[in-house]
């Protein structure tokens, strides 16, 4: 099991939603200094393409393929870790199946810090990463 160094925050919820929050964050924490991990699905590259340079992009692999994804976890971490991250936010894979395994092993590692997100709060799951992440300083 490994753990990163940097504080991590569980993202949860559906896919636009947990998209607009992981760049919308991840854009806030850069502008204030902070080196970001994303760790998202090969479907969220897209939407996360125009990031500033202290973010980075851990790809697990396709949201279909759990298996890929569950395989590409520890090595994702360790890479945001490596690039000298302070902050990791990664996006939830589902409940069903491995994708479940998944979940618990990035909620351990996130120490509990899951936000859900649903359409329309956005705004408000941002503010609850930040909280989170500001609770470190």
Known sequence: H????????????????????LGAAARALAAGG??????????????????????????????????????NLFAALRAADVGGAGVILARDFGESGLAFAVRDRLRRAAAGHMVEVTPGEVEAAMTAILEVVEGDR
């Open 2 to 21: 490994y753990s990163p160094l940097a504080r991590l925050v569980l993202v949860a919820g559906a896919d636009a939603a947990v998209r607009s929050v």
């Open 34 to 71: 902070r080196q970001v991990g994303l760790v998202v699905a090969e479907e969220d590259l897209p939407a996360l393409a125009d990031l500033p340079a202290e973010v980075s992009l851990e790809a697990l692999g396709s949201i279909a393929d759990a298996p890929g994804v569950a395989r």
